[in-house]
């Protein structure tokens, strides 16, 4: 008797898997080259980037440029580093993100547990406030900046990211939420269970997978934005992507690359950091609440 025309050998199998891997493999070599070469100019002098070869490794590497770009680098006609740029950043994403996350929280249990009359057309209307371009919000958002005095601000740009990250987050919390099972909702409720007793006690400590989304999502979307850092801050008060930008574009003195991809690097290790420790999670979030029952 003939086997089934649709059984493959071990052998077949193995060099399938093997195949997969390798060009797996490649594709992650060819990914990740800008970052072998941003950390291995970062570590050159001056002189060896000028006369070497951009793949080769440091002859004899150094945190020089690195301690430069972080105190010593100059920005503008300020020549501080990116320190206090760096920090501004945090100061920004740090609240932006906690309270874009609370409030698509909150939206997400009214979307789906405590439905109004309506409620299908506020939640349209949110999702298709995520697909507006970042440019047709700039000059409403700097009138409404203006209005509240608090342009050129920290708390501006929170403002701004937590308006324009609300759609969004809404939209993971009430697709997660959506799977939760009713009946636990209703039973809390005859126990005498108000709204905010049921969202902090049932809901939120039930909610880890997506929030490690929403805060991932976030915190990548606000670290690297540059669109509305540089509309609405400026000075000392910028984000860290204006800055990088800022010195990477100056034209004064001798171009010191190593500086440049030093700085690159370090504005990158907080996206970095999020990944690694939460990275994990990000799939399994997604995943959550895809399938109701």
């Known amino acids: 008797m003939s086997a089934p025309a649709d059984s493959v050998s071990p052998g077949s199998a193995r060099a399938a898997r093997y195949f997969i891997y390798g060009a797996l493999l490649v594709f992650a070599l060819v990914y990740l080259t800008p970052l072998y070469v941003m950390l291995t100019t ?72 405590w439905r109004f009359p309506g409620h299908k057309i506020v939640f349209g209307m949110m999702l298709f406030a995520c697909f507006i371009p970042f440019q047709a919000v700039l000059i409403p958002m700097a009138r409404v900046l203006g209005i509240l005095g608090m342009s050129n601000s920290t708390a501006g740009l929170v403002l701004v990211h937590v308006i324009y990250g609300l759609g969004f987050t809404t939209l993971f919390f009430r697709n997660y939420y959506e799977a939760f099972p009713d009946e636990l909702i209703k039973s809390a409720m005859i126990d005498g269970a108000g709204f905010f007793r049921i969202f902090w006690r049932i809901l939120l400590p039930s909610s880890g997978p997506i929030i490690v989304v929403t805060v991932i999502y976030q915190f990548t979307n606000i670290w690297n934005d540059f669109l509305f850092g540089v509309s609405f801050a400026s000075g000392e008060g910028a984000p860290m992507t204006v800055a990088l930008n800022n010195l990477v574009s100056s034209s004064t003195g001798v171009k010191e690359y190593n500086v440049d991809m ?23 979030g997604l995943m959550a609440g895809a399938v109701k029952g």
């Open 42 to 113: 970062s570590l050159k002098s001056l002189d060896e980037i000028r006369g070497g070869d951009m793949m080769a490794l440091p002859v004899a590497p150094s945190l020089d440029a690195w301690f430069r770009a972080w105190g010593e680098a100059c920005i503008g006609v300020t020549c501080g580093g990116i320190k206090g740029y760096f920090w501004n950043s945090l100061k920004m994403v740090v609240p932006a993100v906690a309270i874009s996350t609370l409030l698509g929280a909150l939206n997400g249990y009214v979307l789906t547990k």
């Open 262 to 284: 030093a700085a690159a690097v370090i504005a990158a290790l907080p996206t970095l950091f999020v990944y690694i420790v939460a990275g994990r999670y990000f799939v399994r």
